[in-house]
């Protein structure tokens, strides 16, 4: 397999098989598909995969939602529990993120030994969502003042790994989130907080609850992102774990879906630079990816009331 | 507390040897070669398989055969209070165990040498009898991934409460403190390869127990045999065949 001419490979590569080509020139593979504005799967530049939302996947935990973009798969599940609120701030309550990658989801973890990709989503989750209280205010989680407030455990696991896991990841954390139902409490006797099971409709009437019914958290902005990977001057949208490992420059936009403004961008190097046109260009496909997701966001949620 | 009412009906509605409901789905996770969601009522796993492919830690490598290796694990929000350490802790690693040396036992491993077959297995929703679902699941995953098995291996659980012998328990029941009985068995060869028992129980109720696990593993058999066929049939209709 005579590598030295660009044309001699480029006779050879006729001969070969399509997938042995994807294989083995996997650049070369894409590169011949972006020169005619597609990609391998068949989308244009700019499209995102197919998204499916699914609330209340989880029948146990307090708000759930499974999310699919393409075959990236990521269930989110928040379980609420009751804690002291810290000396400082009395009213507010609290909220933990943790993303978990388990070795089911792609052939390259390797059990014992985590992601390297999976602590580097953590975190950009944190900030997108718990820095400067994006989805909602603490004051919102709170129960008796100094005494006791809602600590809220919202577990990501990732299920499939084909690609956008940021995406995938944040969306299915949103739509937790808009599906969670505080749960019933009262005060106990000792002036513990005790969760009322809902059979317990007698113990409902006997002590005073501390708050009335199940309610929804109120979201203040509702966050969606959208990855594209830049290659030379092409910019792709919603990468496939293939294209993401053969063009290494991803730009992450994140946009709040009620006013449009940018929650966050990010663009941790790479190997391509970008002009700000280009970044621009992905602040536009984001927008129009914000108004899909906004869509079927609602589906999911009226679907779910019908239930 | 009652767990058999006098009408013979359990906590949840169902005669003492009533399963609960299976539900399988074939090829859920993209990137395995072989994967399965199993759900037995409300306990809910899903099985990854991995292989054969190249031996990762060359000092495991085995001449002659394959490497099984195995991990369980269960989700933060999967049992009704969050888990603080889901994967290692001891229950973790024994039930781990368990399954590696139950599918080893039915795998062709001589077929295969110097590779490696991984079996990843995640409790999503855990409601007692998580260690025969992930059995169920882990050999619909193998098969989808192709790999060359004497036989399917199902497994189910029953129990002792109240005098009477119940199939397939739950996490209240399990939660009793009877004994439970969990059965893993080749189907057709009609062999015995998982038995596990826990609490004390009398020589002749314990053949009746496992006598009542082992039917509920063959009505397991039954219906992954269902699953796999409706498997086959799509495969062979997206061919063209």
Redesign the interface.
């Known amino acids: 397999m005579g590598t030295s001419t660009n044309g001699k490979v480029n006779d050879f590569s006729s001969d070969m098989e399509v997938d042995a080509f994807r294989r083995l020139f996997p650049l070369r593979f894409h590169e011949r598909h972006l020169a005619e504005s597609i990609r391998p799967d068949g989308r244009p530049l700019g499209k995102a995969r197919d998204t499916t939302l699914v609330l209340g996947a989880?029948?146990?935990?307090n708000g759930?939602a499974l999310a699919k973009i393409g075959?990236t798969?990521m269930?989110a599940?928040?379980?609420m529990?009751v804690m002291a609120p810290t000396v400082e701030a009395p009213d507010e309550g609290c909220i933990a993120i943790?993303f978990?990658m388990?070795?089911?989801?792609?052939?390259l973890i390797?059990?014992g030994r985590p992601a390297e990709i999976a602590p580097v989503i953590s975190k950009q989750l944190s900030d997108t969502i718990l820095r400067q209280e994006i989805i909602c205010h603490y004051l919102e989680l709170s129960l008796v003042s100094g005494k006791a407030a809602w600590m809220a455990?919202l577990?990501i696991?990732c299920?499939?790994?084909?690609g956008a896991l940021f995406d995938a990841a944040l969306l299915s954390a949103v739509a937790a989130f808009s599906h969670l139902q505080v749960p019933v409490v009262s005060l106990n006797d000792d002036g513990r907080i005790v969760l009322i099971s809902e059979d317990n409709i007698a113990a409902m009437k006997e002590k005073e609850p501390v708050n009335k019914e199940k309610r929804k958290l109120k979201l203040d902005s509702v966050p969606f992102s959208l990855t594209c990977v830049l290659h030379k001057n092409h910019i792709l949208a919603d990468p496939t774990?293939e294209e993401e490992s053969i063009m290494e420059t991803f730009l992450t936009v994140v946009l709040d879906s009620s006013s449009f403004q940018l929650v966050s961008l990010n663009k941790p190097g790479g190997p391509g630079l970008a002009h700000t046109s280009a970044i621009q260009e992905c602040v536009e496909l984001a927008k129009l990816r914000v108004k899909e997701v906004q869509k079927i966001m609602n589906e999911a949620t009226s679907d779910m009331e019908q239930d | 507390m009652e767990y058999v009412n006098p009408e013979g009906l359990r906590l949840d509605g169902r005669r003492p040897m009533e399963m609960r409901q299976l539900r399988a789905e074939i090829g859920?996770?993209?990137?395995?070669d072989g994967?399965a969601v199993f759900e037995m009522g409300?306990t809910k796993v899903?099985?990854?398989v991995?292989g054969p492919?190249e031996v990762?830690n060359r000092s495991q490598q085995m001449n002659d055969q394959a490497l099984v290796?195995c991990?369980y694990?269960m989700?933060?929000?999967?049992?009704?209070d969050?888990m603080r350490k889901p994967k290692g802790d001891r229950r973790s690693t024994e039930i781990s165990l368990v399954i590696r040396q139950t599918m080893e036992a039915c795998i062709l491993t001589h077929l295969m040498p110097r590779s490696q077959i991984?079996i990843?297995?995640?409790v999503?929703?855990a409601d007692g009898g998580t260690r025969s679902a992930c059995i169920n699941a882990a050999t619909l995953a193998l098969a989808d991934a192709g790999i060359p098995m004497r036989d399917l291996v199902t497994s189910c659980s029953a129990g002792f409460l109240n005098g009477t012998p119940l199939l397939d328990l739950n996490y209240v029941e399990d939660s009793a403190g009877g004994p439970d009985v969990t059965v893993g068995i080749l189907p057709k060869l009609d062999k015995v390869t998982l038995l596990q028992m826990d609490a004390k129980l009398a020589m002749d109720t314990f053949e009746n127990v496992m006598q009542l696990a082992t039917e509920g593993c063959k009505a397991v058999a039954t219906y992954i045999r269902e699953i796999l066929l409706e498997h086959t049939k799509q495969l062979e209709f997206r061919r063209g065949l």
């Open positions: 989880v029948a146990s935990a759930s075959c798969t269930l599940a928040i379980k529990e943790e978990h388990p070795p089911i989801c792609s052939p390797r059990p455990y577990d696991y299920l499939d790994a084909d774990s | 859920v996770v993209s990137k395995a994967s409300n899903i099985a990854a991995y492919r990762q290796r991990e694990s989700a933060n929000f999967s049992t009704g969050r991984d990843f297995v995640q999503l929703q």
